[in-house]
């Protein structure tokens, strides 16, 4: 994507996270330069970033005990929390991150998985979705996250996705059912962040599980998961909460051999095309505890939103 066709001077207007971000991913520049240090060493101090880690409780994570095997409807505890500060740029190390993310690993299952409670019982998008922000933060080499990679590997399905109901595992009733999208985005995006995965065999049956649902839109109806490419499916939303066009493109232009994909491209234009005049882009769906953010709003364009939509473009090299 050339730099000409993006707002580049307003998105370095923009908050220290976007324009960390920015300069670093969009512009090519090194971490070791002094703008990309100063922008990233000034994240914190943004208020709202100052905001979020205020509300931490004195153990140094967010919300209650039991928040982190809940998924809905809370949208600003510990169990979302760390992947959005990861994607702002934030790691382990920076404002005693460590202690949420100690907390998080304190909850792991015997298995290397994560789950829902009452009781906790493992389940496949939620051992992806921390599993995923734990690397952000920098743990991608630690040996938990490689104990939850490994049981993600072990639940892939006979069509190379992942679903949360034991039945649909290999031997079960419900084995020829369709996996869930979601949970297989979910899964991916954990292990896309080890180099050593990414051109396995388990991401690239999973990859073509979920180029699947795309080829198939409007035809299959999924019934009771995320699989159903329909209505609101393209519709622009941050955090990556919902089976979406932005997660999806998000996760699979991680993986370069996908990008000679022409489905990729074709899936970016859809994005692409919700540009405005300006080449900014305005988010078409929300969640409202997240209004602080140009995110979490309708009205007006997102800076955060347009960088993650040039990220998308530029990793597929779109022109």
């Known amino acids: 994507m050339s730099a000409r066709s993006m707002p580049t001077d307003w998105l370095l207007a923009g908050p220290p996270f976007v324009r960390y971000r920015t300069l670093v991913e969009l512009l090519g520049h090194s971490e070791s330069d002094e703008g990309v240090r100063a922008a990233k060493g000034q994240i914190p101090d943004d208020p709202r970033i100052g905001h979020i880690l205020q509300k931490r409780n004195d153990l140094g994570y967010w919300g209650t005990p039991g928040d982190i095997f809940t998924w809905w409807p809370k949208k600003d505890t510990t169990f979302w929390m760390l992947g959005v500060l990861g994607d702002f740029g934030l790691r382990k190390a920076d404002c005693e991150i460590e202690r949420a993310c100690e907390y998080v690993f304190s909850t792991q299952l015997p298995s290397g998985a994560f789950g829902l409670r009452p009781p906790p019982k493992a389940y496949d998008c939620f051992t992806g979705i921390l599993a995923e922000s734990l690397a952000r933060l920098g743990y991608s080499d630690d040996e938990r996250l490689e104990r939850a990679c490994a049981w993600l590997i072990e639940r892939q399905r006979l069509d190379g996705g992942f679903w949360c109901k034991d039945t649909g595992q290999p031997g079960g009733p419900r084995r020829d059912e369709p996996s869930c999208a979601f949970a297989t985005l979910c899964a991916l995006g954990a292990l896309s962040h080890r180099p050593a995965y990414r051109e396995s065999e388990t991401v690239k049956n999973g990859a073509a599980f979920l180029l699947s649902c795309w080829d198939n839109r409007g035809k299959i109806k999924y019934a009771g998961h995320d699989s ?9 939303k941050y955090p990556f909460t919902d089976y979406r066009i932005l997660k999806y493109l998000d996760t699979l232009s991680r993986l370069p ?32 505890v997240w209004s602080d953010f140009d995110f979490g709003q309708k009205k007006r364009p997102s ?5 993650l939509a040039y990220r998308i473009a530029k990793r597929i090299g779109f022109k």
């Open 228 to 236: 159903e490419i329909g209505t609101g499916w393209e519709k622009l």
């Open 257 to 288: 051999y996908l990008r000679r994909d022409p489905r990729i491209p074709e899936m970016t234009e859809l994005v692409l095309a919700k540009r405005d005049a300006e080449g900014c882009f305005t988010p078409e769906s929300v969640h409202a």
């Open 303 to 307: 800076r955060w939103l347009t960088f």
